[in-house]
Each structure stands twice: as C-alpha cells, then as structure tokens.
C-alpha cells in the first residue's frame, strides 16, 4: 500500500464493515416482504436491538470519516471503535440468541402448562 492515494491497509476493515451493513440491511428488508413475522421478543429487547444497530451503524459511519485525518489518528481511532462495535456486536448477538431461545420455549410449552392445577 502506498502513503499517497489509494487504498490503505487501515481502510479495509471500514469498508468490509459498511459492506456487512448494508448487505445484512438489504437481505433484512427482502425477508421481511417474503415471510410471516417471526415470533419477536418482548419490545424492549426489540427496541435494545434497534438501539444497538442504530449505533453500530452510527459507529461504522464515524470508521469511515476519519479516512481524512491521516493515518495515525485515524489507526488510534479505529481502534477505538473497532471495540466499541466488537461490544455492540455481542450484544445484538446476545439478544439474538435470547429471542432464539425464547421462541423455542414457546414452541415446545404445551397448552395445558397455563391452566392452574384442579383443586
């Protein structure tokens, strides 16, 4: 990589992870058109996860514009950030799988576990 224009070493990860966003937005908004909503979580995990992708987004974005402070700043900076999305990535992972599980427990609860027992 060379220290005048083109692409350097240090902006690869920013345009990997603008790529990942938007494919992952694109995919999100075709499945949602060709499938019957799945079972959501309960509101506040699906407004935590919107939260925490609207700020994944807002961080990716922030990656991609230090692209015009040089790269020593910008190397500090990303690397910043690079844990800040590394956080908010195992937090959308971990509400993912918690709705995961969640549904699952609500498939495989039969009818009559609400009833209270006969007195």
Do not use: C, H
Not at 8 to 35: C, H, N, Y
Not at 59 to 72: E, F, K, Q, T
Not at 99 to 105: E, L
């Amino acid at each position: 990589m060379t220290d005048g224009t083109g692409l350097q070493a240090w902006l690869v990860p920013v345009f990997v992870t603008a790529g990942i966003i938007l494919v992952e937005t694109v995919v999100w908004l075709v499945a949602g058109r060709r499938r019957p909503a799945r079972p959501a979580g309960t509101l506040a995990d699906r407004r935590a996860q919107t939260i925490a992708l609207g700020l994944l987004v807002l961080l990716a974005l922030a990656v991609a514009g230090m692209a015009s402070l040089g790269p020593n700043l910008a190397d500090q900076l990303a690397s910043v950030i690079a844990a800040l999305l590394g956080g908010v990535s195992a937090f959308l992972t971990y509400l993912s799988y918690k709705s995961t599980v969640d549904a699952k427990a609500a498939r495989a609860k039969p009818a009559d576990a609400d009833r209270p027992p006969p007195s």
